[in-house]
């Protein structure tokens, strides 16, 4: 994702925060903030747009699970899509190039995090291959009602060896790989 995208990434995401509980973020954040998120997360992990022309369809993101060093192999993903383009294979597309470039890292799984119900993104998140593993029960208060969030992981790597490769952050990847991958992707 370039910086001047941002803007654009941003208003995908102010309608999940204002007319769902899809996200728990209650406010929109300023474009300073939103920008210093973006950052942040992607000096680690990718931050991956999907443009239609000069549109932004949607995004994908994985950040760090926990802080602690012992965590390190496990993030978290989001995915946001613009409305025009739903059901349109692009998150599917963005969830291939993000897990292909986790896999670069060394990434042995990734947890989705679903406020129930959501039919819809269990669908896809399922279909992407994570499985349903915990539910935590009104975890979340937003729009006057308490809410579920269901826990999906998707293995990556299997890590069977008790010395697993250190993760690679995405700044450090090689550019022609990375590159190649987002080609291939079109992303």
């Known amino acids: 994702m370039k910086l001047e995208d941002t803007p654009e990434v941003l208003e995908i995401y102010k309608p999940y925060i204002l007319s769902s509980a899809t996200t728990f973020e209650l406010e929109v954040p300023d474009i300073e903030q939103f920008a210093l998120r973006v ?15 000069d549109t932004i369809a949607g995004y994908a993101y994985a950040w760090t699970y926990r802080e602690r060093a012992a965590y390190q192999w496990i993030v978290e993903t989001s995915i946001y899509i613009n409305k025009n383009y739903k059901k349109k294979g692009i998150g599917s597309t963005l969830y291939e190039v993000l897990f292909e470039i986790l896999k670069l890292q060394q990434v042995h799984k990734a947890y989705a995090l679903i ?22 029960e009104k975890v ?11 826990w999906w992981e998707k293995t990556l790597i299997e890590q069977t060896d008790t010395s697993p490769l250190p993760i690679i952050p995405f700044k450090e990847l090689d550019a022609t790989t990375v590159n190649t991958l987002l080609s291939k992707y079109a992303i």
């Open 39 to 53: 950052q942040k997360y992607s000096q680690q992990f990718p931050w991956l747009v999907a443009k239609d022309g």
């Open 115 to 136: 406020t129930l119900p959501n039919a819809a993104s269990v669908g896809f998140h399922e279909k992407q291959g994570f499985r349903h593993f915990a539910t935590f």
């Open 140 to 150: 979340g208060h937003k729009h006057g009602a308490w809410h579920d969030v269901g």
